[in-house]
């Protein structure tokens, strides 16, 4: 059950057409952790400076998550970003990066963490997500990869490299595109299959998200919002509602992945619906299990065939 | 059973990336007779001129499409509309447009149609839409109304008059944007129910569909596919089996509207498989059935709450 989380702490400052953030906690491995934890314990690998709070640090602890692979740097500063979204919530502007912490960071894999069976690379330089699936000494079970295309732009051979290591890619449907200079999201996920990962989950964020493993195709919707009021993290929540689910059911079969996107889609529904991680810290089981029974009815047909 | 049918009978003239068709048959009534006629008997409500070729005439009525209520002005010239589809496929330049027959249309209903249990208005001027509802002296169990951007912006008021009048409305996601003002599309479709539909289609092209009632949503996937070879008419045909299957199986709830989508979305994924109507004359009930099998696996799931 073991499942290994690697990704970004950070502080993020957010402007939507809704409102603006204070400096408030992000990273793509906090809500992965935030969103995975409700399902399975997380053995985390990160890097935070001396400024990250004490208090986040065990709120997390508290959720079952190991911090044992968290390096804390007391005399650096935690990775912070900051950024502005169009009217439209599917385009930002990044208006600030400070790497700090995150520019030279070597993640170590803990000797407690070697039994991983699941690993979820969150968002990061591909080199780093590369270190940490070297580092383990039995392969996991599935190690799924998540990426951004401004690796694409500055590091594509590293990037293609981690990416033929791995078992399942998830991208947004602009990224496939780049990856691979095909239009059409099929001819993408065909070229992207032969680069080596042997599923692939396309996120067309308001569109839902789309499975591709051989011959096979899943789409799942994305719950129909009134308002999205703050999309950051979304697709790393998602991340982690899909992984969550495998690591918990143990079952990696192309039906048990189906159902893994439905939950990561209802995770990340929850996620928009306020600034940064707040709305996962308040939700409750009740509260998912609501949310995945809309995306029953949002989904479900029946059809006679024949 | 009874299905009347009105909208166009054209010649189309088509340039996609892949290709240039001919002076070929098109017209939005063509399509979802050819459509629903696989589904039930059909009632023709159109006009075309002396040019358009009997042979075109006698394979509608040898699917069971009643012509009666089709007009021939031997005098005049049919309706033709050439367009160029650009690369991403979901936009379009119209190059000409020959209004000819259609420009002064109104249709007469005749006695034989006057038992419609459903009606379904293709895209047309809403006045003409209009004229055929108030001509059917029992209304049908259901009214179905297609519209396009073009009549939003030349005739607002027109186009709201029969909105009002009508059960189902389906309109893409842009024209439901232009429709209310509204860019989410929950809060467009609460505006759209405001205006007298009780059912609202928001189709959103190779993202799938979506089903508004009350409070209930449904979204139907699209099959994801390598090309689309000419998207024209697609509309038309998912309006097709739409409305074929509900008055096939005569019923009009919410659950069978979801079935209906689905078949509607699976004769569309043929219709752009090749230039005009070629697909849909091709196609049998076994290519039909294995292609709603394949919209089973691609949205099915399974999950256990609680």
Partial sequence: MSLVVVGSMAFDAIETPFGKSDKIIGGAGT???????????????????GDFPQAELDALTARNVDLEGVQIKKDGKTFFWSGRYHMDMNTRDTLETQLNVLGDFEPVVPESYQDAEFLMLGNLAPSVQRSVIEQLKTRPKLIVMDTMNFWMEIAMDDLKQTISMVDLLMVNDSEARELTGEYSLVKAAAAILKMGPKYLIIKKGEHGALLFHGSKVFCAPALPLEEVFDPTGAGDTFAGGFIGHLAKTKNISFENMKTAIIVGSAMASFCVEKFGTERLREITKADIDERLAEFVQLANFNIELG
């Fill in 31 to 49: 809500y992965i952790a935030w969103c995975a934890s409700n399902y399975t314990p997380v053995k985390q690998i990160s890097v935070v400076g």
